[in-house]
């Protein structure tokens, strides 16, 4: 059966470190990747999604960016966080054919 | 542009009532609609999906939705809510893009 991996589960960072959380999928190929962004009191915001290796879309712009070194993976970094860069993060993958995505447990990250 | 819409941010039901969560989607042809809850700190699991056929579909706990053309909407229901329903809701629709669309959330609260 499929999985998804997502951590770290929580992290505190200062002002201005870099960040970088992985996610990784096992049990599927090829599939379609994505990092949403939860703020306290507000919907799932898409942040990137991935269709294939090296292949990113982003949404909004901001402070971050991703990538898919391989086929299973996907990395959300930052050179320099933010304090508006706080909130949940959540990894998502869905099958070739689109539609259901199956998410991750999610990192809460808290940046002071 | 393609949006979903959750109108009801907090609803409150007593324990054993019935219970329905509203959502309406804005799309250029029918989306694939999906509703997923979410558990403090934790991700989103998936309920049910409608992607073409009969309107009324079921889900796991106990949940079902319908799909109403006419109004754009796909409202979530259940029957008789248990304690354990306690949760956020998420209303989601996606395209042939494969992007998923999150409304804002529904905090269900149950009272005992």
């Known amino acids: 059966s499929q999985t998804i991996h997502q951590w770290p589960a929580t992290l505190v960072q200062p002002v201005g470190s870099p960040l970088s959380l992985e996610c990784t999928v096992e049990g599927t190929s090829n599939p379609n990747l994505y990092w949403y962004r939860q703020a306290a009191g507000r919907g799932l915001q898409l942040l990137f999604y991935s269709v294939g290796i090296g292949q990113i879309s982003s949404e909004v712009p901001q402070n971050l960016s991703a990538s898919r070194p391989q086929d299973r993976q996907f990395i959300l970094s930052s050179k320099k966080l933010l304090l508006s860069d706080s909130g949940f993060y959540l990894c998502?993958?869905?099958?070739?054919?689109?539609?259901?995505?199956?998410f991750g447990q999610g990192t809460r990250l808290t940046v002071v | 542009a393609q949006s979903v819409t959750q109108p009801d941010i907090h609803i409150t039901v007593s324990e054993g009532a019935s219970l329905e969560l509203r959502c309406n989607y804005s799309y250029g042809a029918t989306p694939y609609l999906f509703w997923y809850v979410q558990s403090p700190g934790q991700g989103l699991q998936l309920l049910l999906k409608y992607f073409s056929g009969d309107t009324l579909v079921q889900g796991i706990k106990g949940f079902e939705a319908e799909f109403k053309r006419s109004q754009s909407s796909f409202n979530l229901r259940k029957p008789s809510v248990h304690w354990s329903d306690a949760a956020e809701y998420f209303c989601a629709g996606g395209d042939s893009s494969y992007k998923l669309i999150f409304g804002s959330g529904t905090r269900l609260l149950v009272r005992p």
């Open positions: 998502a993958w869905s099958a070739r054919d689109g539609g259901i995505a199956f």
